[in-house]
């Protein structure tokens, strides 16, 4: 058996990756909750792009559902939004999230390997 046999596959994206992000902000009227729907552009074991219509703001932390392709499961991973930029398209923002190093992102970065 020859050792690319042996590699796992590497996370593979379809055209369009669907992600759910929940961001939870805290304000002197008290804790809020939200549901946002986005498309990954971009992945790696630190982090990832997202395209969404929303621009979250920097320092915000997040929990991301991803469905990836060829997996029965979601993905989940916390991040932090890094860098916001405006997308070739004005109606959309891309964000690049750092991975937080937790329980998920632990798991997260064992698909890169």
Partial sequence: MSKSAL??????????????????????????????????????????????????PLGERLDIAINLQGRHESCRVSGIVRQIARATDAALHVLEVEIVDDGFGARWRLQFH
């Fill in 7 to 56: 590699r796992p596959k590497p996370v593979m994206l379809a055209p369009e990756e669907r992600a759910v992000v929940h961001a939870c902000s805290f304000s002197d009227e008290g804790p809020s909750a939200a549901k946002h729907y986005c498309e990954v552009v971009s992945l790696s074991p630190k982090g990832l792009q997202m395209l969404t219509k929303v621009a979250l």
